[in-house]
């Protein structure tokens, strides 16, 4: 299974951006896929999953501003990213989980499957 991420770039605050997980070497799209940020020196945090029910979770940090969202025919999830902020700026990565339950454990990140590699995006103030 692999997992690639893209979508980052650089936006002014304020600005929107979304990101593409694809998924490849998995033709079930029953799992749960997170968003994670993850800033050099910092501990990587959850941003948003959704599992295979459509259950969705958001950090309390993006509510309002990121849309979490999946096509199960392109067997890929969106993150659509408003209203950016500079606390946003670091690497996003994805990852599944093959239970496909979008839970706390999850937004931890400590019950993933597989990970992509992240996407960067940077926003300037």
Not at 36 to 45: A, D, H, S, T
Request: a neutral charge.
């Amino acid at each position: 299974v692999q997992l690639q991420a893209s979508g980052g770039g650089l936006v002014q605050a304020g600005g929107s951006l979304r990101l593409s997980c694809q998924v490849s070497g998995r033709t079930s799209s029953s799992y749960a896929m997170g968003w994670y940020l993850q800033v050099p020196g910092k501990e990587r945090e959850g941003v948003s999953c959704i599992g295979a029910d459509g259950s969705i979770a958001y950090a309390d940090t993006v509510k309002g501003r990121f849309t979490i969202s999946r096509d199960a025919v392109k067997n890929a999830v969106y993150l659509q990213m408003n209203n950016l902020k500079p606390e946003d700026t670091g690497a996003y990565l994805c990852a599944i989980e093959t239970r496909g339950i979008c839970d706390n454990d999850v937004m931890m990140g400590t019950a993933l499957d597989y990970w992509g590699k992240g996407t960067q995006v940077t926003v300037s103030s």
